[in-house]
Nanobody, 126 residues
Framework: QVQLVESGGGLVQAGGSLRLACAAS????????MGWFRQSPGKEREFVAS????????TYADSAKGRFTISRDNAKNTVYLQMNSLKLEDTAVYYC???????????????????WGQGTPVTVSS
């Protein structure tokens, strides 16, 4: 069925940047919103960013706004998360997600998504 594979995570110094990618297979994502979430040890999974089907709308968590940028390339069936000015508290496993059904707008709640990637770890060091 639908598979989402994140990549681009790694070790980066505070203040640095990383660009995460999520490649989808099994179906085209051109009519689906996409989302990024993250989870650090001992914490619940939290929303980071979402983008509408055509990239016309984006939504960011307060912790991400101004530093992170979500984008997508439907021709490549891929969504990206550009992370700049990384902080120690950004350390987490980052997941991308897509809902079961096509729809308009952005989605920011975990229960609104159906398919999840395996996650890519991001570690920010001092």
């Amino acid at each position: 069925q639908v598979q989402l594979v994140e990549s681009g995570g790694g070790l980066v110094q505070a203040g640095g940047s990383l660009r995460l990618a999520c490649a989808a297979s099994g179906r085209a994502l051109s009519s689906f919103p996409m989302g990024w979430f993250r989870q650090s040890p001992g914490k619940e999974r939290e929303f980071v960013a979402s983008i509408s089907w055509n990239g016309g709308s984006t939504t960011y968590a307060d912790s991400a706004k101004g530093r992170f940028t979500i984008s997508r390339d439907n021709a490549k069936n891929t969504v990206y998360l550009q992370m700049n000015s990384l902080k120690l508290e950004d350390t987490a496993v980052y997941y991308c997600a897509v809902p079961f059904d096509s729809q308009r707008g952005t989605l920011s709640e975990i229960h609104e998504y159906g398919y999840w990637g395996q996650g890519t770890p991001v570690t920010v060091s001092s």
